[in-house]
């Protein structure tokens, strides 16, 4: 799912426009799965894909949005293109998620680590 205002380029903190709700216990990488991505994004979603793997890329990692958002599955191909090979993709999303009567909670992205 995009952060509209994208991120803050001193500190990598993401300029969030509106609420975002996610399903309990996931990490919202936001822009990662736009068609290309500049280098900063990059690192950030390989680096974060580290982090919730920890460092197992075979570990098994759902990545949703919203019903039929493409971002989504953009990511997977991505995470699958940094080896990762136990790749899901949920395309219901977070709509799928709340009409089957599950919570949501509103999500906070990790900042980007910026080379300075």
């Known amino acids: 799912m995009p952060a509209r205002a994208g991120y803050d ?6 300029r969030l426009v509106e609420k975002r709700m996610d399903i309990p216990g996931s990490t919202w990488l936001p822009n990662t799965g736009l068609g290309a991505l500049e280098a900063p994004l990059q690192s950030y979603f390989a680096t974060q894909l580290r982090i919730v793997s920890d460092g197992d890329v ?16 953009n990511a997977v ?23 089957a009567g599950r919570p949501l909670v509103e999500a906070a992205p990790p900042p980007l680590e910026l080379i300075k």
């Open 58 to 73: 075979g570990r098994p990692l759902i990545f949703y949005c919203l019903a039929d958002c493409w971002m989504s599955w």
């Open 9 to 14: 380029p001193t500190t990598g903190v993401w």
């Open 77 to 99: 191909k991505r995470a699958a293109s940094l080896g990762y090979s136990g790749l899901y993709w949920f395309s219901e999303g977070t709509d799928g998620w709340s009409e």
